[in-house]
């Protein structure tokens, strides 16, 4: 660098400027930690979620053997005798899941047929938003409705009909659960490619049988896993069925008879103020446990279901 | 004639299937509406049960046994305390989290577990949050059953889905955008928040707005950790305990079979939840008309 040139180079500028460290530098190195740390936090809620279940589970597995929970057929938490088997609650949860997913099934598939191969894009455009409301109405609403007004109307047409019973909660459940299996298998209908169709059509086949021997087939597996999807959902619903079902720990087939399902129980243990250390409290993880063991498993399936068995095109 | 024996079999079979068809079409358009039959059906019964119970002093009053002085002031005041702390943790929480994915994560491992931990937290029940919120708000952290402990549980419950609408926010943005902030020198911080973050902001809003209104709606997880029936004083803080308006229809209907009249109650406090959601849910369609950017 000859003397008589004290500017510096534009060169040697932005190497002065790298060096120096601003407050901007230091900022723009620190974001991505900070938002690293914000990440976490939702696997950080999973553990928790874990951890709380697993060792309060275990503290109950100490008090009630692992065997007796899960083969007993009796649920008396606060008798003399207490018996603790979670056989009652997984039945309530059965039916009322089964009732609703007889409803939520054929009737969310229907729709998503007409929506996806039969309706013209101005109707289509007409019906999703009001599916939206449907999807949108908290279930607390549900609950009013199954307890005020499907019961009782359900009492006319079955008159050995308990006015807590499973029966009601399941198909409002069902009914909730609509929306849900529509516009899951709507989408996978949706993304079959035009060309299958118009190859089908062209061939001489009617709507029907598109949907039938093309269209369904190829969606299969986004349509089976709207129907796990909606599942996990009915075995998860707590609302519904603790208002419309009762709280009777029954281990019966008569659908017409109040049941406890497992959500329902967990509302009843907390809602009761059992004393924090007792069997009872305990038992509530233990029931946690097993409906979060459930619904995880459904929801890892349909995502296993979705992604390994779709048709590329 | 041979061939018109094999025509009019074929012409048979045509008609039947198009029969078919066309008794397909009709059944498939009667189960659509059976979805929407219902919701009919529910809002008109809510309705009429309601409407005539809802009046000034029904908004502005206190609770009460008796149902004609009950009021769901505080139902009201509490919804409005635990939006306060929900709205915003999950907004930070959940912006944050899709930032991170979106701009800053690798495509690796690590990355991937996080992506499908969201997925499986937005499955899990809400009822499991409430048990979560009670073991490590109520009693670990020793908050009690208030507002700030309802509204964390709250938090963590809708976060999942503010997070993977961030995200579907974030990436619609189009690439060239910030692509010709980065060339023009400016650094990625920089990038993501004068341009890509006021480009998102509309469809994070919605999303946010729509998570929103699910906590207001839920119930299960409040249950859990105990919101009392009892009469209590108006929310003033974080700190203070508080019902909100699907704790007053779940006691009120629970209770529906002593006193007939709790039913009427449950519908009027259903109407203004309802209206409570709609306009959540028509802010939510304004903010995505008219502020998205098309490019």
Known sequence: ?313 | MEQAEVMVHVEKRLNRRLMSNKIGRFVFLLATLFGLFVLALLLYRVVSEGWSYINWSFLTGKLSTDPNRAGIFGAILGTLWLMAVVAPVTMILGVATAIYLEMYARPNKLTELIQTNIANLAGVPSIVYGILGLTVFVRLMDLGNVVLAGGLTMSLLILPIVIVASQEALRAVPSYLSEGSLGMGATKWQTIRSVVLPVALPGILTGAILALSRAIGETAPLVVIGIPALLIPLPGSIFDKFTVLPMQVYYWTLDSSLVAEYANLAAATIIVLLLVLLLLNSIAIVVRNKFTKRF
């Open chain 1, 1 to 313: 660098m000859s003397p008589l040139n004290q500017e510096p180079s534009t060169r040697e500028l932005i190497e002065a400027r790298r060096k120096k460290k601003t407050v901007g530098d230091r900022v723009e190195r620190m974001i991505p930690s900070i938002l690293f740390v914000i990440t976490s936090l939702s696997v950080l809620t999973t553990i928790g979620i874990v951890i709380t279940l697993f060792s309060e589970t275990f503290e109950f597995f100490k008090r009630v053997p692992i065997l007796e929970f899960l083969t007993t057929t009796t649920l008396k938490p606060l008798s003399e005798n207490p018996q603790f088997g979670v056989l009652p609650l997984i039945a309530g949860t059965f039916w009322s899941s089964l009732i609703a997913m007889l409803v939520a099934i054929p009737i969310g598939l229907m729709t998503a047929i007409y929506l996806s191969e039969y309706a013209s894009q101005r109707v289509r455009k007409r019906f999703k938003p009001m599916l939206e409301i449907l999807a949108g109405v908290p279930t607390i609403v549900y609950g009013f409705f199954a307890f005020t007004f499907v019961t009782p109307l359900l009492k006319q047409l079955i008159p050995g009909l308990e006015s807590t019973n499973i029966l009601s909660p399941g198909i409002v459940m069902g009914v909730m659960i609509i929306p849900m299996v529509a516009s899951l298998s709507e989408d996978a209908m949706s993304s079959v490619p035009q060309a299958m169709r118009e190859g089908a059509l062209g061939l001489g086949a009617t709507k029907l049988e598109v949907t039938r021997k093309v269209v369904i087939p190829a969606a299969l597996s986004g349509i089976i896993a709207s129907f796990v999807l909606g599942l996990s959902r009915a075995i998860g619903e707590t609302m519904i069925v603790t208002i419309a079902s009762g709280s009777t720990k029954n281990f019966t087939f008569d659908v017409t008879q109040s049941m406890q399902t497992m959500t329902a129980y967990i509302v009843e243990v907390t809602g009761g103020d059992a004393p924090a250390g007792s069997t009872v409290y305990y038992s509530l993880y233990a029931v946690a446990m097993t409906l979060f063991l459930f619904t995880l498993l459904m929801n890892v399936f349909a995502r296993y279901v979705s992604r390994k068995f779709r048709e590329v095109y």
